[in-house]
């Protein structure tokens, strides 16, 4: 059984940081290419980052480039987004995401999600 748990998300002030943590289980994590996706209040799923199966590449969403870093740790199953200069309009559930499909559908091909976890921006 394919299982994705994302670790705590908080409440950050604008400028903060915050590292999310997806431990992977029930399939061969470094077969896969993996995304965060996250959904703010009253909107749809968005894409926000993926990385390659040996984590060689990566994309980013224009609105969290050169603010969020995508990486994973194949040896411990586990996928991390770090976070910096958070702004309010970060505020969202985010959710890691195994992907399936080439690299180039990485923004939307994915098949599994975690439960999520909230991510709160606010002063």
């Known amino acids: 059984e394919v299982q994705l748990v994302e670790s705590a998300g908080g409440l950050v002030q604008p400028g903060g940081s915050l590292r999310l943590s997806c431990a992977a289980s029930?399939?061969?994590?470094?077969?896969?290419?993996m995304s965060w996706v996250r959904q703010a209040p009253g909107k749809g799923l968005e894409w926000v980052s993926g990385?390659?199966?040996?984590?060689?590449?990566?994309l980013y969403a224009d609105s969290v480039k050169g603010r969020f870093t995508i990486s994973r740790d194949n040896a411990k199953n586990t996928l991390f987004l770090q976070m910096n200069s958070l702004k309010p309009e970060d505020t969202a559930v985010y959710y890691c995401a195994r992907n399936y499909g080439s690299w180039g559908e990485v923004r939307s091909n994915y098949d599994y999600r975690g439960q999520g976890t909230q991510v709160t921006v606010s002063s």
């Open positions: 029930g399939f061969t994590f470094n077969s896969y290419a």
């Open positions: 990385i390659s199966s040996g984590g060689a590449w990566k």
